[in-house]
């Protein structure tokens, strides 16, 4: 299958999932609506005081987190795939009357989709690299997006976590760490809600190692400020074998597994 096929069936499984994700208790949209902040600490924590600056938060979803730097006075953009997810944040934005502004763009086009307009900060998070082919054009991508002095920002899923696979029995090395093919996965549910069952079951996603994507930002011409490893994950990503922690956080039970979970990054356009 070629890539723009697999971009394809990647779509196909977003759209579908959007609306059930807007109804689940993971993304608790009623609790959103009601003023909650759906951004975590890492961020918040990281990325310095955003009111008054323009933000251009690619793969931003259905726009929950775009939504929560708006109302936290940055002037945002949401780049997404997923026509479904971009509609549902935008009569979000219009409900809550916010001025976000949301664009249905592959994170490839984005400059093109913006008339290479430039941003104060580029934001993203959370579940998203693995759905790119090509992590050096992407921090390119960025690059380009940002005004010299720009911050860039990414909260994600730690390549480590991707190599891991659990069932009933255990929770094991299942795909390898450096791989720059294309990974075929099937799954009947999503990460936000694991009984619904989805008609789009395949996807394609990539695998893409820590000092490749540190590489590539700096071949791309950022300065890495910071760099941070987290042993804790956003969500319950291996059932049965992790806990609820007070501050919110998912870690393993087993202090045996002892394995990073969560990565950020936090970098200036220095070129
Ligand atoms: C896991 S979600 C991001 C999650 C976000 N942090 C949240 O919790 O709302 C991944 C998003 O990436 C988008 N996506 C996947 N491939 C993409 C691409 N090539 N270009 C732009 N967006 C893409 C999907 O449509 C989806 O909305």
């Known amino acids: 299958m070629n890539l ?6 990647n779509l196909l499984r977003w759209n579908e999932i959007t609306s059930i994700h807007e109804k689940s208790a993971f993304y608790d949209v009623a609790q959103f609506k009601a003023g909650a902040c759906t951004l975590k600490s890492i961020e918040l924590e990281e990325v310095d005081d955003v009111k008054g600056k323009s ?27 997923s026509d479904e997810a971009v509609t549902l944040a935008q009569s979000l934005n219009d409900e809550l009357g916010l001025d976000a502004r949301f664009i249905c763009s592959d994170v490839y086009k984005t400059p093109a989709a913006l008339n290479h307009e430039k941003f104060d900060v580029v934001f993203t998070s959370y579940g998203v690299l693995c759905w790119l082919a090509d992590i050096e054009a992407w921090a390119r991508i960025i ?26 029995e255990a929770l094991k090395v299942a795909y390898p760490y450096f791989d720059p093919e294309p990974i075929e996965c099937s799954s009947e549910t999503s990460y936000a809600d694991r009984t619904t069952k989805v008609s789009n079951t395949d996807t394609y996603q990539w695998q893409h190692s820590l000092g490749s994507i540190v590489c590539a930002l700096i071949d791309a011409g950022l300065t ?19 806990e609820l922690c007070e501050d919110g956080w998912w870690r393993f ?19």
């Open 4 to 9: 723009e096929n697999m971009i394809h069936k």
């Open 55 to 81: 933000l251009l938060h690619l793969q931003c979803h259905f726009g929950l987190d775009t939504l929560s730097w708006a109302r936290l006075g940055a002037r945002v953009t949401g780049i997404d795939l």
């Open 143 to 168: 690059s380009d997006c940002l005004k010299p002095g720009g911050t860039f920002f990414i909260a994600e899923g730690h390549p480590v976590e991707n190599i891991l696979e659990w069932d009933n």
């Open 224 to 242: 890495i400020e910071s760099l941070k490893e987290y042993p804790f994950s956003s969500y319950e990503k291996y059932p049965g074998y992790m």
């Open 253 to 271: 039970k087993s202090k045996e597994l002892n394995a990073p979970l969560l990565f950020s990054i936090k970098a200036t356009k220095t070129k």
